[in-house]
């Protein structure tokens, strides 16, 4: 695989991208074409099919609970790309765990998305802290999702626009990644994860922004 360059967007009201970059993509770690449901993976919540390369989340109200689909997958840093596309549910969400609890999500919804530190105790003190909201999109059609874990930082890129942040708890090893659909569905295409490699010159960009 060639090597993909993740890059830095100057923080503004598109932020429109620029250099220097956050992460490089190296190696595929994991890939799926999605023409099955793997029977490793978690999908008990909701209901989930594979079909012509597509994985299709839909919520079943008696559950009370959002559909789960989860790849259990350890990592450390890594970029993850897919795309995805609303068909009749109101959000979804790509939800990254390690082995006690929850560490980050994107969360998308029809016409935005929004990274953020996930709560990582649910019973207190940890709380989730949001980061910026990445707005205009249309989410009826199919859109690109960049996400990237290095070290801190957390780096997400949709439909060109950045939603990013820092906390230490991404620094910890993950033990799972996966999606989740609130609704009559979303669905999801082009799943990949690679390491990811940080790059030197990231924190100083950060500072100028």
Not at 92 to 114: E, F, G, M, Y
Request: charged content about 25%; glycine content about 10%; proline content about 5%.
């Amino acid at each position: 695989m060639t090597d993909r360059l993740l890059p830095l967007l100057c923080l503004s009201a598109t932020f429109a991208a620029a250099e220097p970059e956050l992460a490089v993509a190296g190696k595929v770690i994991f890939q799926s074409d999605f023409k099955k449901i793997e029977t490793n993976w978690f999908t008990r919540v909701g209901t989930w099919t594979a079909k012509d390369g597509v994985l299709t989340g839909v919520e079943r109200p008696e559950q009370k609970h959002g559909a789960v689909c989860r790849f259990p997958f350890a990592f450390s840093n890594a970029v993850i790309t897919f795309d995805y596309r609303f068909t009749g549910g109101r959000l979804a969400s790509l939800s990254i765990n390690d082995a006690k609890d929850h560490v980050a999500r994107l969360t998308l919804l029809p016409s935005s998305a929004q990274a953020r530190k996930d709560d990582n105790d649910h019973a207190g003190p940890d709380v989730a802290v949001p980061f910026n909201v990445v707005s205009n999109l249309d989410g009826k059609i199919w859109q690109t999702v960049e996400f990237a874990l290095v070290g801190e930082w957390l780096w997400s890129r949709v439909g060109g626009k950045l939603s990013f942040g820092r906390d230490p708890l991404f620094a910890k090893t993950k033990a799972n990644f996966g999606f989740t659909v609130g609704g009559e569905g979303v669905e999801f295409r082009n799943l990949k994860v690679c390491e990811g490699s940080p790059n030197p010159e990231w924190e100083g960009a950060v500072e100028m922004l």
